[in-house]
């Protein structure tokens, strides 16, 4: 007999990645970093709409809905990820630096 993991143990282990990520977009000074702390909290909710998905439809079959929107988010990612790196490598290119707090680019 196969025992289902309980949901809680799903939103609890996305609330522990979004904590990570968050802590990681706002206290880093390095561009990359706060990237990669975004995209963490990208995969914490990746995995909210995913559990919501399995254990909240009533037949997972037909309601695709939490498939679709997780989807959606990881297409959002990897555009976030392609453009940000892009920003990223320009900015160095022209300042020799990727650190936020040294990146003046509208500043007179």
Avoid at 43 to 56: K, Q
């Amino acid at each position: 007999m196969i025992t289902q993991i309980p949901l809680v143990y799903y939103l609890a282990l996305a609330a522990a990645l979004f904590c990570v990520g968050s802590f990681g977009a706002l206290a880093r000074r390095n561009a990359i970093a706060v990237l990669m702390g975004i995209e963490l909290m990208l995969n914490a909710v990746n995995i909210n709409l995913v559990a919501f998905w399995r254990y909240g439809a009533a037949d997972p079959v037909v309601n695709q809905a939490g498939i679709v929107f997780a989807l959606f988010v990881i297409t959002l990612a990897a555009a976030e990820a392609a453009v940000g790196l892009a920003l990223i490598i320009a900015i160095y290119r022209s300042r020799d630096t990727v650190n936020i707090e040294e990146i003046d680019l509208l500043k007179w």
